[in-house]
């Protein structure tokens, strides 16, 4: 009974064992191919077989590729929250890494070291009297600044460093200018860490505040505004930051790059201010540089002079005023529709221009020769908003010049001569049309745009050849 049973299973078992799997037989490996060649196949048929083997070559391209880069970036990451272990894990670790950075730094003694080494060990040009050293006292001096100092010198000290600077006849460099780079590095990489440490979000941009508070600490440490009434500090950091942004930051996004702000000229003018003596300054000097006491004070009371009705904000008629009144109407106008916000309750004549706006005018006007500066005026000259001027416009803006510039006793001139002037100065491509890139790329936007919104300017235009003569005069005497 029992071998019975067992015989037929074995039976079974062997039965389906000797069944061939049916992709070893003939005919269907026959099959197989004659399909896979496309021979027997309609043209519907052949599409779609080409469609699946192209969706499939899609399919495995897409897998490599998965495999290769692991998971798909993301492309945004939500900052940890604030007290969260997240949150003071990462200011910790930047905490450290900035430190670090910090410690690598040359301090004020490692610098006059540096500078004893570079005098002790040059050589001086009986030509030009300059201290100098070939690449062999280039290395020398770099094993002796190791040794007093410290490796953190040492990377100053490279070939491609030395082959910077320019090289006399016999191969040697001035120790100055290589000293002023050493100098300037530290002192670009040391505001780097500070501006870093300011960044909340570590973004690699500042906001106003944090801004403010770079040049809030800065203060103590700048000559020249050391004895800042503690009173006018919150003012002056507010207008100090101000042009930081105005050039650092040209689409209004309410951040600075760190990296624009460090290789700005604003940074550099700031540093002015280190001088230890006001008389080595000039008053014009103060006054022309923006981050003097100075001129943020002058900034200030020009700002209190022309709000007659002391609410804090500046009307059309109130602007009208600045300058002794020489800015024209249109252009005042079309300061207010371009760059003044309107007001909540968004009528055109409640619109009126707060501190920060104000700013930006006097920005704009005080650097009408620079592209941010340009920018700024060009939105006011372009009437329409086409991107682009044209004789048209050259007319109507010159119009209100040529009223005033009669009203203050000049001779007649022809607005048709004035406005040939200008296409003969700024030589556009488009011999119809003047464009923001023609005005940049004529080198006299500043003094086109002057002629078109002041008379003062035309005036200086003008009686250029006379100005540079009563210039000349003192310097020959």
């Known amino acids: 009974m029992y071998s019975g049973s067992s015989d037929g299973e074995s039976h079974e078992a062997a039965t389906q064992r000797k069944i061939p799997p049916a992709s070893s037989m003939l005919w269907v490996r026959n099959l197989r191919r004659y399909i896979g060649s496309g021979a027997g196949l309609g043209s519907e048929a ?64 490692d610098l006059d070291a540096m500078w004893v080494c570079l005098r002790e060990n040059c050589v001086i040009d009986d030509a030009t009297g300059a201290e100098k050293m ?22 100053f000290f490279s070939p491609s460093n030395f082959m910077k600077f320019e090289k006399d006849e016999s191969g040697r460099i001035a120790i100055l200018p290589f000293y002023l780079y050493v100098m300037r590095t530290v002192s670009l990489t040391q505001a780097r860490i500070d501006m870093s440490e300011l960044d909340e979000d570590s973004d690699g941009f500042l906001q106003p505040h944090e801004m403010e508070g770079y040049i809030r600490g800065l203060i103590p440490n700048l000559a020249q505004l050391r004895d800042m009434p503690a009173a006018f500090i919150q003012m002056y950091c507010r207008i100090a930051a101000h042009k930081f942004f105005f050039f650092c930051d040209p689409h209004r996004r309410g951040k600075a790059c760190i990296k624009k702000v460090l290789l700005s000229n604003c940074l550099q003018e700031l540093m002015e201010l280190h001088q230890e003596s006001e008389e080595e300054v000039t008053d014009t000097e103060q006054a022309e540089n923006w981050f003097s006491l100075t001129s943020a004070q002058r900034i200030c009371d020009m700002f209190l002079a022309l709000d007659k009705d002391m609410n804090g904000t500046l009307s059309k008629q109130e602007l009208k005023e600045y ?43 005080e650097n009408k020769d620079t592209p941010e500066g340009l920018t700024y005026l060009f939105r006011c000259l372009d009437l329409h908003g086409r991107g682009y001027l044209t004789t048209a416009d050259i007319h109507s803006l010159f119009r209100d010049v040529h009223q ?11 607005i048709e001569d004035v406005r040939d002037e200008i296409w003969d100065m700024v030589k556009p491509v488009d ?44 310097e020959e005497e």
């Open 431 to 474: 011999p119809l049309t003047i464009t923001l890139a023609d005005l940049l790329a004529c080198k006299q936007g500043g003094t086109v745009a002057s002629m078109l919104i002041d008379v003062r300017g035309f005036w200086a235009h003008d009686n250029r050849e006379n100005l540079l003569q009563e210039e000349e005069e003192p």
């Open 323 to 365: 300058a002794d009144g020489t800015l024209t109407e249109i252009f005042i106008e079309r300061v207010f529709d371009e760059h003044v916000r309107r007001g909540k309750s968004g009528a055109g004549n409640n619109r009126e221009m707060d501190f920060e706006s104000f700013l930006d005018f006097v920005l704009a006007l």
């Open 46 to 109: 052949l599409m779609e077989l080409e469609t699946k083997r192209i969706l499939l070559d899609i399919f495995k391209d897409k897998q490599q590729k998965s495999a290769e880069a692991g998971t798909i970036p993301s492309f945004y990451k939500k900052k940890p929250e604030e007290g969260s272990i997240s949150h003071r894990v990462q200011r910790l670790a930047k905490y450290r890494f900035l430190k670090k950075q910090s410690d690598l730094l040359l301090n004020a003694d």
């Open 134 to 155: 070939n690449y062999e006292d280039f290395c020398h001096i770099a094993s002796v600044c190791t040794e007093q100092i410290g490796p953190k010198c040492r990377r």
């Open 404 to 414: 005033k510039w009669i009203e203050g006793g000049n001779y007649e001139l022809c």
